[in-house]
């Protein structure tokens, strides 16, 4: 089973920014955080990770607070192409550890 | 540089086939990971390869396999296909198990 709990879904307007909540209060320590996307029909597509600094890439922010049971996902201004199921996942980076995907929030970006 | 492969990316096969789908991961990844995908049961972990062992296994019956060969290439297989195995296949590939994984854009399987 997923060890993360995201809203089902979440609107955002056009060129405003998206927060994506996650919350993984059971996360040990040695869990990364990672955020993947999807796109209708295409396979997922990794956004970012942290363990517990905040990180910043060119796609998105990932806030994850001090006692590292939560996070949020940002992208600072939402465009219509970041439509999209966001799914966010803890995991072990280590040997045979794999990634289990949970259902995710469905992040509909309106114009 | 190039993304994670798989081929074909569309098949229908019937019931009692059996079924081949290939993976080339991007260049110097040695860790091959493959999903199931259908709208039911969300994303399901299959198999992981790395330098040609299966280092990890999902909850799926003996009917899946995969092997990996000695360029880092992928393959699994279906065997008897049943109705319910319709699903996206996907692979994903990442340098080593601390690293993130990358995805194809899967192969979609339907059974007749």
């Known amino acids: 089973d997923a060890k993360t709990t995201q809203p089902p879904s979440m609107d955002c307007a056009e060129g405003r920014a998206a927060n994506l909540p996650c919350n993984h209060s059971t996360i040990s320590g040695n869990e990364y955080v990672y955020w993947y996307r999807q796109i209708h029909s295409q396979g997922p597509q990794y956004i970012i990770h942290g363990l517990k600094n905040n990180e910043t890439n060119e796609m998105a922010s990932l806030i994850i607070t001090e006692d590292r049971k939560s996070s949020t996902l940002i992208l600072p201004h939402a465009t219509l192409r970041d439509t999209a199921v966001y799914y966010c996942?803890?995991?072990?980076?280590?040997?045979?550890?794999?990634?289990?995907f949970g259902p995710g929030t469905r992040l509909s970006v309106l114009p | 540089k190039a993304g994670v492969t798989q081929t074909p990316r569309y098949l229908i096969k019937t019931r009692g086939q059996q079924v081949t789908l290939s993976c080339s991961p991007i260049?110097?990844?040695?860790?091959v990971s493959w999903y199931q995908q259908t709208p039911g049961q969300g994303l399901q972990f299959l198999f992981e390869?790395?330098?040609?062992?299966?280092?990890n296994k999902g909850n799926f019956p003996g009917r899946f396999s995969g092997r990996q060969f000695s360029n880092s290439r992928s393959e699994m297989n279906v065997s008897t296909l049943e109705l319910g195995d319709s699903a996206l296949y996907l692979c994903?590939?990442?340098?080593?198990?601390?690293?993130?994984?990358?995805f194809g854009d899967g192969t979609r399987l339907s059974i007749l």
């Open positions: 996942i803890v995991r072990v980076a280590d040997y045979g550890q794999n990634f289990v």
């Open positions: 390869y790395f330098s040609e062992t299966q280092r």
């Open positions: 260049s110097g990844h040695r860790s």
């Open positions: 994903a590939s990442s340098f080593n198990s601390n690293q993130p994984q990358h």
